[in-house]
């Protein structure tokens, strides 16, 4: 079973650009969540869905980021325009539904860089 | 809201060497606790976790963690580490019946010297 996958695995852009990273779960796996690594920092959640709806995006630090999960798939996560302070490692993971008991299969991460 | 603290952020160990990783978290109801680890060149993936029952919990590759509630403690143990065991490791907590994020502690790189 192939696991949690994310495009890009790095990503260098400007200040002022536009990013657009992708996420595609587990399959089968309804819940999609969002977390992102400032570096040196903790581990900090950004959003969650259950197929295409968004749960909870309590975590999402301004209007700038845009999560989209269109057809309850693959996600992707748009920061337009990227500011220097959104470097860091986005991380995608999946569980298979909502139950407490779930757990969380994260995918490798995009190393998000902005100049 | 929920919050992880772990106590710290750089251990460095000879192999065979006793493990405990502290981590507390403050939430006053009830948890879930974890512990992840990440791998260089790895994801992140899952090294135990609690949910209720026995406060010991036994996970991966000879690791195991204590749930004190009293103490609001989640400590990760390993009796003898090996050079494979280099790798950061990261305490988390969930609310337990609301919803699904994680909260996570700022990591702990573990770094075990042959």
């Known amino acids: 079973e192939a696991g949690v996958t994310q495009f890009p695995s790095h990503s260098v852009i400007e200040k002022g650009q536009t990013v657009t990273l992708r996420c595609d779960p587990i399959s089968g796996h309804d819940n999609l969540y969002w977390y992102r690594r400032v570096m040196g920092k903790e581990i900090k959640f950004l959003l969650h869905f259950v197929k295409e709806s968004k749960q909870d995006e309590s975590g999402m630090p301004n209007n700038r980021f845009l999560a989209e999960r269109t057809g309850g798939t693959y996600s992707t996560l748009k920061v337009q325009p990227a500011e220097l302070e959104d470097s860091g490692v986005y991380f995608c993971?999946?569980?298979?539904?909502?139950?407490?008991?779930?757990?969380?299969?994260f995918g490798p991460g995009t190393r998000l860089t902005v100049l | 809201a929920q919050s992880v603290s772990q106590h710290n952020h750089h251990v460095i160990l000879s192999e065979a060497a006793s493990l405990e990783l502290g981590c507390n978290y403050s939430y006053g109801g009830t948890v879930n606790l974890f512990w992840y680890v990440q791998y260089p060149g790895q994801h992140l993936q899952l090294l135990l976790k609690?949910?209720?029952?026995?406060?010991l919990v036994k996970g991966i590759k000879g690791f195991e963690a204590e749930f004190i509630k009293s103490k609001f403690s989640f400590n990760l143990r390993k009796p003898s580490v090996q050079w494979s065991d280099t790798a950061e490791y990261f305490c988390a907590v969930r609310v337990s019946g609301g919803y699904q994020k994680v909260t996570f502690g700022t990591g702990t790189k573990l770094q075990v010297i042959p």
């Open positions: 609690y949910f209720s029952g026995d406060p």
């Open positions: 993971a999946s569980s298979q539904s909502s139950s407490s008991y779930n757990e969380q299969f």
